[in-house]
T-cell receptor
Framework: EDQVTQSPEALRLQEGESSSLNCSYT??????LFWYRQDPGKGPEFLFT???AGEEKEKERLKATLTKKESFLHITAPKPEDSATYLC??????FGAGTTVTVRA | EAQVTQNPRYLITVTGKKLTVTCSQN?????MSWYRQDPGLGLRQIYY???????DKGDVPEGYKVSRKEKRNFPLILESPSPNQTSLYFC???????????FGPGTRLTVL
């Protein structure tokens, strides 16, 4: 059975303080790892798809990386508007519980 | 504007009273699915549909029904809701040529 574990559950950052979120997974034959952003009261919004170990993707202050066992979402010099819950999922079906990021000005 | 819409957005009901949550997408997507989101558990898939008249169970299908009579619509039916179905529900869709899944705004359901 696919399992996805995200850590930490919550992350409080000062504006400009870079950090990383972790997504560990166990799946037989990964077909894709997905990152989403979810704002309060809204549905998840697609960010990235990673398909193979070593792959990296970037969007503004966010950078996602993938190894054979985990993925990291790096937030560089975050701003308050980066505050959200970040979800990862494997193969479109199994989601982690998310990491809630709060960035203080 | 490409979007997935859900109705109602909020619903409070009582145990056993049948209800339907509608979902519609305007992107001509083949694939649609329903998720529930509960604190600490993340998103769990209830049902999905690969195309019209093709549906299958996800991870937590018990107590739910779906239908896909038209490509754009994918309603979620609770024949006899129970309090453990109190949750936040999301509908999602994607095309077959992309991995990008679009989510609706969510329906917050409370069953008393």
């Amino acid at each position: 059975e696919d399992q996805v574990t995200q850590s930490p559950e919550a992350l409080r950052l000062q504006e400009g303080e870079s950090s990383s979120l972790n997504c560990s997974y166990t799946v037989s034959g990964l077909r894709g790892l997905f990152w989403y952003r979810q704002d309060p009261g809204k549905g998840p919004e697609f960010l990235f798809t990673l398909y193979s170990a070593g792959e990296e993707k970037e969007k503004e202050r966010l950078k996602a990386t993938l190894t054979k066992k985990e993925s990291f979402l790096h937030i560089t010099a975050p701003k308050p508007e980066d505050s959200a819950t970040y979800l990862c999922a494997v193969d479109k079906l199994s989601f982690g519980a998310g990491t809630t990021v709060t960035v203080r000005a | 504007e490409a979007q997935v819409t859900q109705n109602p957005r909020y619903l409070i009901t009582v145990t056993g009273k049948k209800l339907t949550v509608t979902c519609s997408q305007n992107m001509n997507h083949e694939y649609m699915s329903w998720y529930r989101q509960d604190p600490g558990l993340g998103l769990r898939q209830i049902y999905y549909s690969m195309n019209v008249e093709v549906t299958d169970k996800g991870d937590v299908p018990e107590g739910y029904k779906v239908s896909r009579k038209e490509k754009r619509n994918f309603p979620l039916i609770l024949e006899s809701p129970s309090p453990n179905q109190t949750s936040l529900y999301f509908c999602a869709s994607r095309g077959t040529s992309t991995d990008t899944q679009y989510f609706g705004p969510g329906t917050r359901l409370t069953v008393l």
